[in-house]
């Protein structure tokens, strides 16, 4: 495979061998990735790292260890509009060769429950792009929470960016908000597919319900993203979210 293309739009050749050696074991230890990718132990956990601020690495912790996880290439798309170079070459390549055969291989996997944790801004870019990618046009989400973080020039900002390619790709909300959050969000967050309701519950955090997956958001110094893979829980919590809805 033709990995020229992810040499363009900043990944090294050691990056590029522990994301294709990640896509592969589908999650994984350093142990594994460090045999497979063929890279100097001192060096794997850097190498993890740059590969998480650039939203194309996630882990989770299983007893006190962490696994690693590559997401998905589509990610390579946002990477590629963000450089602005080379634009057309770099997206026939990724959607060609990489993202077909990433598509073959998750199919094995769509039955499996799984958590994955996003960290940093770009991190959480990839966490909502996952939203964008996993709905067709014309499917809604559901979402609890958010709070006085969402005055934040960041946060609206970040948003702003978000809904547009949301609405681009057709894709709807219904969205639980505390009341008294009402006139900070309808000043700087209220956008065209957003379906409102105003409650006087209190919600800490902001919580994604979408198609077999419940995200939960924590805006701190590190943004953090939550996200649980199980066709169960996000019933579960589609249920409530509709109790919800329909209670108000």
Do not use: C
């Not at 740059?50 to 912790?61: A, D, F, N, T």
């Not at 590629?80 to 291989?105: A, G, M």
């Not at 870019?125 to 014309?138: Q, W």
């Not at 960016?161 to 908000?177: A, C, N, P, V």
């Amino acid at each position: 495979m033709n990995t020229n293309v992810l040499r363009d739009i900043g990944l090294n050749d050691s990056e590029i061998k522990v994301y294709f050696t990640l896509l592969e074991l589908e999650s994984s230890t350093v142990g594994p990735i460090i045999s497979g990718a063929v890279v100097p132990d001192s060096k794997i956990y850097i190498i993890l790292k740059k590969l998480q601020e650039k939203g194309l690495v996630s882990y989770v912790i299983k007893n006190k260890v962490k696994h690693f996880r590559a997401s998905d290439p589509k990610n390579l798309l946002e990477i590629i509009s963000d450089k602005e170079k080379k634009l057309s070459s770099q997206k026939k390549e990724i959607i060609d060769e990489i993202i077909p055969w990433f598509e073959t291989r998750k199919k094995t996997l769509e039955d499996k429950q799984e958590a994955t944790v996003y960290e940093s801004y770009d991190g959480i870019k990839t966490a909502f792009n996952l939203i964008l990618n996993t709905l067709e046009k014309g499917e809604e989400y559901y979402v609890f929470g958010l709070g006085e973080i969402l005055k934040e020039k960041k946060l609206i900002y970040f948003f702003k960016t978000y809904h547009e390619k949301r609405l681009e790709k057709g894709i709807s909300l219904k969205m639980i908000l505390e009341k008294k959050h009402k006139i900070i969000f309808e000043k700087h967050h209220l956008y065209k597919g957003m379906n409102l309701k105003y409650v006087n519950n209190k919600y800490p955090v902001g919580t994604y319900i979408f198609k077999n997956y419940v995200m939960t958001v924590i805006w701190g110094n590190v943004p953090t993203a939550f996200v649980i893979k199980s066709k169960q829980n996000y019933e579960q919590y589609k249920s409530y979210f509709e109790d919800t809805w329909n209670r108000n």
